[in-house]
């Protein structure tokens, strides 16, 4: 009598549960739950802070008197606060790629290898590529997930700051941590990771290995965005002011000039003693400067982001055919 009574409640108990993982699924997310878990936070807690640093920083500069009063003609004690949190907020956000390349993406395949797990599972009754496509699926939402939500929150702080900060967007601190350029620069190191984890088979290995690359590639990167569009020139009078439709442009060379467009290096009869002289002769009369301006950052940026997707593509395609080959 006591089963007929209570059969029916924990029946009732799993049905109002709903459906749980199961399978791989559920293997993924009890393996990795603990990542999953730091990420989920590391992405909530870096939204709440850069909600809370922008709204911090624009209510300094309204108390300041701004718009009303110029950027420009605000107190040094009301800018160097936004300046320093500038730098903060993109030295921080610099570390993601690193940090989820060496600590995600290198021991997601190699702690598997390492431990024997990953042949247990592949040798039962799931492929090998099916198991990878499951760790692939982490791997990239672990990259992707906050890197997205982190990238363009960043954005969204950065445009409303930018007036009271260096404007030099093409820096990397601007350049690759807003938009799709966190993303994509995480991406890259997490699949990397993964591809040096399934090689190595060593956790620590991998890691190292991921680190130095990690370094390597974002150092090798910044040499990169000056070449992703062509950039703008400009002339104005050698004496006159600089022009105030470029203030938010990265200028990136400059020269001396002839009206007829002939370039001299910017340095160009400063040591003559005759200075004057020496550009009559030359018939230097024009400043002429190179520049990206600020409407080519998004245009640039994407540029980027879908080279370096295209680079982790071409790693992720390697992982599945080598995966596919080879045992585990």
Request: hydrophobic content about 50%; proline content about 5%; glycine content about 8%.
């Amino acid at each position: 009598m006591s089963t007929l009574t209570h059969a029916p409640d924990r029946a009732g108990s799993r049905h109002k549960s709903g459906p749980r993982p199961r399978g791989l699924v559920w293997l993924m997310l009890r393996q990795h739950r603990v990542m999953l878990l730091m990420v989920t936070a590391l992405t909530v807690l870096g939204a709440l802070w850069i909600v809370y640093q922008r709204g911090v920083a624009l209510d300094a500069v309204h108390a300041a008197g701004w718009p009303e009063k110029p950027a420009t003609e605000l107190s040094q004690s009301v800018l160097t606060p936004i300046q320093d949190r500038i730098g903060t907020m993109g030295f921080a956000l610099s570390m993601l790629p690193i940090v989820l390349g060496v600590f995600c993406g290198a021991p997601l395949i190699a702690a598997d290898q390492e431990q024997g797990t990953a042949q247990l599972v592949t040798t039962q009754s799931v492929p090998r590529r099916r198991w990878l496509a499951h760790k692939l699926g982490i791997g990239l939402t672990v990259a992707l997930a906050p890197t997205v939500v982190l990238g363009f929150l960043h954005l969204w702080w950065w445009r409303a700051v930018r007036p009271f900060g260096d404007r030099n967007w093409l820096q990397g601190s601007v350049f690759d941590n807003t938009g799709p350029m966190l993303a994509a620069l995480t991406l890259l190191t997490v699949v990397a990771g993964i591809t040096i984890g399934l090689l190595a088979r060593r956790v620590l290995l991998a890691m190292v290995v991921t680190f130095v690359f990690a370094v390597v590639s974002l150092l090798a990167w910044t040499w990169v965005p000056a070449m992703l569009a062509t950039p703008h020139r400009a002339s104005y009078p050698l004496n006159g002011d600089y022009p105030s439709g470029l203030t938010t442009a990265v200028e990136v060379d400059n020269w001396v000039s002839t009206a007829s467009g002939e370039l001299f290096g910017f340095g160009t009869c400063f040591e003559e003693k005759k200075y004057e002289a020496c550009l009559a002769d030359k018939g230097i009369v024009n400043r002429t400067i190179e520049y990206f301006s600020y409407d080519q950052m998004a245009v640039m940026q994407w540029t980027g982001a879908g080279i370096l997707t295209a680079v982790s593509v071409s790693l992720i395609a390697f992982v599945v055919v080598r995966v596919g080959r080879r045992p585990l």
